[in-house]
């Protein structure tokens, strides 16, 4: 069997596959007797294999050429899975402790190999779900996004460098083109693709449809994710893309990567808490009303952005000699001068990061893609509720986010909605 041009694999060819890849075989002894092949893939895009044998185990990512969820009637480059393996390889030699490793890539094939994150590692939207508290998320997150961020940005790269790196990622517009669509265009139109809690939430989907204010600063955040070429960042970093245990953090699934905002993916990422926040309130039982997991989620929040803030400017304050061109140390050369120019460009992210929060926010209740957090509220009534609360914070954060100082006063107006 040759796999020369590109084929959807199935287990009996990827077991051929495997064989005929010594980067992978390797991993597992190039032992096949007892091998166990699970395809998981439950995203929208890709097939997923796990595979387990007696002295080793990986994972296969192959991506196809239209999006799986809907079928061939809605074509997709499965060119993004370069960007994809491009990513995890950049990301993990920045942050190896929290992306897994590529072992190999496959471009004509669509595939990548890499390591299988076993048990007891769980995607954290369903630990979110289950209310399951993770002492060292986070840290790792801050850490993982501090490093990612700051190592492909003009505060550490030349602008050669950067307009090199930039150039080689616009080839991933397909991917940026639907992000465009269902964060910033279809929530706020009419679209066939749409839905909500129905009939429950109708008025709150039109109100968004004919809110003046919103699609003003949804415009200037659709721009921003258009032309600002910021640093790669990973494009989809919701918490379905993150793999947690107690002590471990694991991010995946970077295919929509692309040099970006950095709010983009700071903000997906704490506005997927927020969501997550707003849907405790449908899992709670008699025997667990959640209320603590609440408080933790917050706290959650709260820490990331403030130990982010932190480790960002500590990588700053390290380079601050280094290559980066956006404020050269002959210019920028007193620490009055520093503190105003990383004072300006924090509280730029942090606004910026609230923005694409909220927008991530309200796509995912009245658009075509939504959570689990709520999804598996099983009563209608309850999980539009929930929904509502999630909705009009995200509306107000999107509208009012320069008015917050900092995460605590975010913190303090989520309670407030709650």
Not at 108 to 133: D, F, N, S, W
């Amino acid at each position: 069997m040759s796999f020369d041009e590109f084929k959807p694999l199935n287990e009996k060819s990827l077991v051929e596959y495997i064989k005929a890849t010594p980067a992978l075989s390797s991993r597992l002894g190039d032992k096949y007797d007892d091998l166990v092949i699970k395809e998981v893939g439950d995203g929208n895009l890709n097939f997923v294999f796990i595979v387990i044998g007696s002295t080793g185990s990986l994972v296969i990512k192959q991506a196809l050429p239209y999006i799986r969820c809907i079928g061939e009637s809605w074509p997709m480059t499965k060119e993004r899975a370069y960007f994809e393996a491009t990513t995890l390889r950049k990301h993990g030699a920045l942050s190896p402790d929290h992306v897994p490793e590529v072992y190999h890539f496959d471009r004509t094939m669509a595939l990548i190999g890499m390591r299988y994150l076993e048990p007891p590692h769980i995607i954290l939207r369903k630990g979110l779900v289950a209310g399951i508290q993770y002492p060292f998320l986070a840290e790792h997150m801050a850490d993982y996004m501090a490093k990612t961020l700051f190592f492909t940005s003009l505060l550490y790269h030349d602008t050669t460098e950067h307009k090199r790196a930039v150039t080689k990622f616009c080839g991933n517009v397909e991917l940026c083109r639907l992000t465009e669509q269902v964060v910033f265009s279809d929530p706020y139109r009419v679209s066939t693709f749409n839905r909500w809690t129905s009939p429950y939430l109708d008025d709150d989907a039109k109100a968004v449809r004919e809110d003046s204010a919103l699609k003003l600063e949804i415009a200037e955040l659709k721009s921003m994710f258009c032309e600002r070429a910021q640093a790669l960042i990973h494009g989809d970093l919701h918490t379905g893309s993150v793999m947690v245990t107690q002590d471990s953090t694991q991010v995946i699934d970077p295919e929509f990567s692309f040099y970006g905002p950095m709010g983009f993916d700071i903000g997906a990422y704490l506005g997927n808490l927020i969501l997550a926040f707003f849907a405790q309130d449908g899992h709670a039982t008699e025997g667990n009303d959640r209320k603590e997991y609440k408080q933790w989620i917050l706290r959650t929040i709260e820490q990331t952005w403030n130990m982010f803030n932190k480790r960002f400017i500590a990588l700053w304050d390290q380079n601050k000699d280094g290559p980066g061109e956006a404020y050269l140390a002959d210019i920028y050369n007193n620490t009055e001068v520093m503190q105003l120019v990383q004072e300006k460009y924090m509280r730029n992210l942090f606004h910026d990061s609230l923005g694409f929060g909220a927008a991530k926010m309200i796509r995912r209740i009245v658009g075509v893609a939504h959570v689990e957090d709520f999804e598996s509220i099983k009563d209608d009534k309850q999980r539009a509720v929930c929904e509502r609360k999630a909705l009009e914070f995200g509306k107000m954060l999107l509208k009012e986010r320069r008015k917050f100082k900092c995460i605590g006063e975010v913190v303090s107006a989520i309670q407030q909605q709650s």
